[in-house]
């Protein structure tokens, strides 16, 4: 999944290639800033909705995908879906406003690796990106309310 370059000191990993999908300007934002900040992140691309989501995905390749839950026209669950099944090496983290028992099921069974509140922690979500990219074997769901 991540490139694996050697150095004296053991191998590093090049920076994770992250794609933020939110219909919301002001979170998509506040996501790019967050990401932006991690000195191992690159934040890659961002999308309005999941049609727009699976264009760039395909485009860009990233590691892990920020994906919203509900959004209009192509949502967070169908694009989940489809993403899983063309590019299984990417790992799809949900994000939600609404509680996990309303959507995390759905995500989950779509293909995404874990589900998060949008009001969460950032550092776990950080550590959930982290996690998620450095698997090369499909890793066990977790959702954090």
């Known amino acids: 999944m991540l490139a694996q370059h050697a150095v004296a000191d053991g191998p590093i990993f090049a920076r994770i290639r992250v794609l933020v999908v939110d219909d919301h300007a002001m979170i998509r934002e506040l996501f790019c800033s967050l990401i932006a900040a991690e000195p191992d992140m690159e934040l890659v691309g961002v999308a309005a909705d999941g049609q727009e989501a699976l264009a760039q995905a395909r485009r860009l390749n990233p590691h892990v ?20 099944h063309e590019m299984p090496d990417v790992r799809v983290i949900a994000l939600s406003i609404h509680a996990p028992e309303f959507m995390a099921e759905p995500m989950l069974a779509a293909g ?3 589900y998060f509140l949008k009001d969460g922690p950032k550092e776990d979500l950080l550590r959930a990106i982290r996690d998620a990219a450095q698997q090369r074997a499909p890793v066990q769901p977790t959702v954090h309310a």
Not at 65 to 84: E, F, H, K, N, W
């Open 65 to 84: 995908v920020l994906m919203d839950v509900t959004m209009p026209g192509v949502d967070g669950i169908s694009a989940t879906r489809t993403l899983s």
């Open 112 to 114: 995404a690796v874990g």
